[in-house]
């Protein structure tokens, strides 16, 4: 436009302008360029004519500058449509998104907080005890009711269990079902309702680079709230399918402080024994610690993608202590939520395996 604008001026049409009238106050906003020429006349005009074509000439640039904020304008509102697009975001300003009892405001969508947030009442801290000692895993509620998934490892061979949700209560829980060749139960809380239940998302959806949330209970650090991105899919994570072993090296016992586990042809946290099972899981470089085992991989619409089960720390190789070297390094798996949908049918009929 700036490049139209020149060229008309030089080239300039008619006679040649006329003087303003002595007495005309020349245009406050439209001084002249060096090298252009005054504005052309257009023709015998009413007195002060010459004057009322300079104020006429003057609001060009008012009027590009306001045709340029108005493009600006046009622009940010196709940023904002863009991004209600790409997000899914058609609730308008303020609202709210439900999604089957997992609401992210709009204007916290997207964001950690607003995951936390959303997400953190649907995720319980889960004690296990046996004879020969007690385990602190993390648990997803998925019915208001008051059903939970969780890692079989977890609540292996257990006793007694009770978990404590994000508002501090706590309940007696009993199991419904186990898979060890998945690593996957099903717990039931025992008088309890009105309870908020995730929303189980779609793990067919998952990209490498996306953002996500884990919430879980850490070394007993209750509603733990860390974040990341998915690292690769489909990586092969080896664990124990004897039933007997979840309290025997259960979470928070093993010698690298964590479930053990197979990966890459190693083994991490201790022994798998010699009864094993594989299954492709989530990596994720949300940082995973002993305690998080059973708990939510969410994405940033705060559905659950994934069940956190295992971590990489370093020292936790096989007869490795753990002290001061072992913590999360960024090498943590998830069991696939559209793994964990396809086996309920199986836990909630009672499964023991």
Do not use: C
């Not at 997207?110 to 004690?127: C, D, R, Y």
């Amino acid at each position: 436009m700036t490049e139209l604008f020149r060229q008309s001026d030089e080239n300039p049409s008619g006679p040649h302008p006329q003087a303003p009238a002595p007495s005309a106050a020349p245009a406050p906003s439209a001084p002249q360029q060096p090298g252009f020429p005054p504005p052309p006349a257009f023709g015998p005009g009413p007195a002060g004519g010459p004057a009322h074509s300079g104020r006429r000439r003057a609001r060009g640039p008012v009027a590009l500058l306001a045709a340029v904020a108005l493009a600006a304008a046009a622009v940010g509102g196709g940023t904002a449509y863009a991004f209600q697009t790409l997000t899914g975001d058609d609730s308008g300003s303020g609202g709210t998104r439900n999604v089957n009892g997992t609401s992210v405001s709009a204007g916290s969508k997207g964001t950690v907080a607003g995951v936390a947030a959303a997400v953190s009442p649907s995720i319980v801290e889960i004690n296990a005890s046996t004879g020969s000692g007690k385990s602190t895993g993390s648990g997803v509620i998925i019915t208001s009711d008051g059903e939970i998934v969780t890692n079989n490892h977890v609540i292996s061979g257990a006793t007694d269990i009770t978990v404590r949700t994000s508002d501090g209560k706590t309940y007696k829980a009993k199991t419904v079902g186990t898979d060890s060749k998945k690593d996957l139960a099903l717990i039931k809380l025992e008088g309890a309702s009105g309870l908020k239940a995730a929303n189980l998302g779609d793990s067919d959806d998952v990209q490498v680079g996306q953002e996500v949330v884990a919430i879980g209970s850490p070394e007993g650090l209750t509603g733990t709230v860390t974040s990341g991105i998915v690292s690769a899919l489909d990586r092969d994570v080896t664990v124990s399918a004897d039933p007997g072993r979840g309290q025997e090296q259960g979470q928070g016992q093993g010698p690298g402080g964590g479930w053990p586990f197979e990966f890459g042809g190693e083994q991490f946290n201790g022994d798998t024994g010699s009864s094993k099972t594989t299954y492709k899981a989530l990596q994720t470089d949300a940082s995973l610690n002993p305690g998080n085992s059973g708990g939510a991989l969410i994405d940033m619409n705060g559905n659950i993608i994934g069940i956190n089960s295992a971590m990489y720390s370093a020292g936790s190789g096989a007869g490795a202590g753990g002290g001061s070297e072992s913590g999360s390094v960024g090498l943590g798996f998830a069991i696939p939520i559209n793994t964990v949908k396809a086996d309920l049918g199986k836990l909630r009929a009672g499964a023991d395996g």
